[in-house]
């Protein structure tokens, strides 16, 4: 009924439209359209209401809507099923069952907050509410050499989402680190699912800082959020929907088989290509130039004029500058 209701406001392109006439379509009474409306504005949607023309949509609301979210949304195979709940322990996980009974490529899951939110080898994710906690599944028409390229893919569409709608100057840390000013701002978690001779599923987790302040995330993060640098809240819904269309595109674009196009546009996002950065693996300590990435996405260091390729899963990367050595160091 509430999605009937909003269907039929948004169908009047900003003119008002009768309670009676609402409540004609419908078959139920204006004092149940009343309620309706009054629900709809509790949740944010922004309707203005007249004695004598009725009820019109001025705006909808910042934080997620399902309505709101699939209202403008410009794909054609992602979100085709969306979920969205209030609390999830994490949509990755959540995702994970999906695809046990059979979820389609495309399937989004998304939580205003999660409890257990997670990144790479189980470290923690802070997900508080306000922020933009979502996960894609994807069975794309690629092989498995390629499937991990879409992790790739989604810092790219990630950073050109950021970068379109709030112009602030975003970037890529490698691997998939969502930086601004050396904070992060947002995080991508890429997982393999499923038997690797099959279809490979991949489920993609996205974590976005929207609308909260820093100070909800534990203060020894080198984090940021939207709502700290923009100061104000942004429309999660917009946010949600940029998103995928960005990275529907991504997926396309490799399963056409570009992946030169991909590597020209990650390393357009990328932070301290050209420059010198320390990579640990283990307890050792590599220092070198940061040339780029190979196709696969392995980071290629140059030592006194040798290059070495370094795969995401061993290392963590730093720039020279925010490294205090406390170590000992190789070179
Ligand atoms: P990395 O590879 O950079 O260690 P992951 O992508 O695996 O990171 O993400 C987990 C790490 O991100 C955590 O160990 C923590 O340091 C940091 N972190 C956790 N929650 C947030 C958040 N909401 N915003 C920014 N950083 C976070």
């Given at each position: 009924m509430?999605?009937?209701?909003?269907?039929?406001?948004?169908?009047?392109?900003?003119?008002?439209?009768?309670?009676e006439?609402?409540?004609?379509?419908?078959?139920?009474?204006?004092?149940?359209?009343?309620?309706?409306?009054?629900?709809?504005?509790?949740?944010?949607?922004?309707?203005?209401?007249?004695?004598?023309?009725g009820?019109?949509?001025?705006?909808?609301?910042?934080?997620?809507?399902?309505?709101?979210?699939?209202?403008?949304?410009?794909?054609?195979?992602?979100?085709?099923?969306?979920?969205?709940?209030?609390?999830?322990?994490?949509?990755?996980?959540?995702c994970?069952d999906?695809?046990r009974q059979?979820?389609?490529?495309?399937?989004?899951?998304i939580?205003?907050?999660?409890?257990?939110?997670?990144?790479?080898?189980?470290?923690?994710?802070?997900?508080?509410?306000?922020?933009?906690?979502?996960?894609?599944?994807l069975?794309?028409s690629?092989?498995?050499?390629?499937?991990?390229?879409?992790?790739?893919?989604?810092g790219?569409?990630?950073?050109?989402?950021?970068?379109?709608l709030?112009?602030?100057?975003?970037?890529?840390?490698?691997?998939?680190?969502?930086?601004?000013e050396?904070?992060?701002?947002?995080?991508?978690?890429?997982?393999?699912?499923?038997?690797?001779n099959?279809v490979?599923?991949?489920?993609?987790?996205?974590?976005?800082?929207?609308?909260?302040?820093?100070?909800?995330?534990?203060?020894?993060?080198?984090?940021?959020?939207?709502?700290?640098?923009?100061?104000?809240?942004?429309?999660?819904?917009?946010?949600a929907?940029?998103?995928?269309?960005?990275?529907e595109?991504?997926?396309?674009?490799?399963?056409?088989?570009?992946?030169?196009?991909?590597?020209r546009?990650?390393?357009?996002?990328a932070l301290?290509?050209?420059?010198?950065?320390?990579?640990?693996?283990?307890?050792?300590?590599?220092?070198?130039?940061f040339k780029?990435?190979?196709?696969?996405?392995?980071?290629?260091?140059?030592?006194d004029?040798q290059?070495?390729?370094?795969s995401?899963?061993?290392?963590?990367?730093?720039?020279?500058?925010?490294?205090s050595?406390?170590?000992?160091?190789?070179?």
């Open positions: 509430r999605n009937k209701i909003l269907d039929i406001l948004s169908s009047s392109q900003g003119e008002f439209i009768s309670g006439s609402i409540s004609e379509t419908l078959e139920i009474t204006r004092a149940a359209v009343w309620k309706q409306i009054k629900n709809l504005k509790d949740a944010g949607y922004v309707i203005e209401g007249q004695t004598k023309k009820y019109r949509l001025l705006s909808t609301p910042c934080f997620l809507d399902q309505w709101a979210l699939k209202k403008e949304l410009r794909t054609n195979t992602l979100c085709k099923e969306l979920y969205l709940f209030e609390e999830l322990p994490s949509t990755n996980e959540y994970k999906l695809v059979g979820a389609s490529h495309g399937t989004v899951v939580a205003k907050k999660q409890t257990q939110g997670h990144g790479r080898m189980q470290r923690s994710w802070e997900s508080p509410l306000g922020g933009l906690w979502l996960s894609v599944i069975k794309p690629l092989n498995l050499g390629e499937v991990a390229k879409l992790t790739l893919s989604t790219v569409a990630l950073g050109e989402t950021l970068r379109q709030y112009d602030i100057p975003v970037g890529i840390k490698w691997p998939n680190d969502i930086v601004v050396g904070k992060k701002i947002a995080g991508i978690l890429g997982e393999v699912v499923g038997e690797w099959t490979h599923t991949l489920i993609l987790g996205i974590g976005i800082n929207g609308n909260f302040p820093r100070n909800a995330l534990s203060p020894d993060l080198p984090a940021t959020t939207l709502q700290d640098i923009l100061q104000k809240d942004i429309d999660l819904n917009l946010l929907r940029e998103l995928l269309r960005q990275l595109k991504e997926v396309s674009s490799l399963e056409a088989g570009d992946s030169q196009g991909l590597l546009r990650w390393t357009g996002l301290g290509i050209g420059e010198e950065v320390i990579i640990q693996r283990a307890n050792q300590i590599f220092k070198g130039i780029g990435i190979r196709e696969n996405g392995e980071l290629i260091l140059e030592i004029g290059e070495m390729n370094f995401s899963g061993e290392v963590s990367l730093r720039s020279e500058k925010d490294y050595p406390n170590q000992s160091s190789r070179k």
